[in-house]
Nanobody, 123 residues
Framework: QVQLVESGGGLVQPGGSLRLSCAASGSITNINAMAWYRQAPGKLRELVAQITKGGNTNYAGSVKGRFTISRDNAKNTVYLQMDSLKPEDTAVYYC?????????????????WGKGTLVTVSS
């Protein structure tokens, strides 16, 4: 069994900062890319940022220069540092991992998702 658990969401004023964390646990053999997605009310889920195991990153244009994704491979954890937050950043943020578990048959990489953490940017 594999779980991704997010933490760090909450209410913040415009211009403020938050740091999200997502820890993967369970029978994990390897994790390739990890990513953060978000879904605002009435909108589709969108990619916010992605990071490979080697540390290469990719950001949505709307967050580039404000958000920073990082990871700790030893802890199977990915982070999202969010600065200069705007009301339009309000959404549920989901963690995603391309993950291999030899405990699950067939043995293959699968997409795993966390349950999400709510970020609200409002004065």
């Amino acid at each position: 069994q594999v779980q991704l658990v997010e933490s760090g969401g909450g209410l913040v004023q415009p211009g403020g900062s938050l740091r999200l964390s997502c820890a993967a646990s369970g029978s994990i053999t390897n994790i390739n890319a990890m990513a953060w997605y978000r879904q605002a009310p009435g909108k589709l889920r969108e990619l916010v940022a992605q990071i490979t195991k080697g540390g290469n990153t990719n950001y949505a244009g709307s967050v580039k220069g404000r958000f920073t994704i990082s990871r700790d491979n030893a802890k199977n954890t990915v982070y999202l540092q969010m600065d200069s937050l705007k009301p339009e950043d309000t959404a549920v943020y989901y963690c995603n991992a391309d993950l291999l578990s030899r405990a699950i048959i067939p043995i293959q990489y699968r997409d795993y998702w966390g349950k999400g953490t709510l970020v609200t940017v409002s004065s």
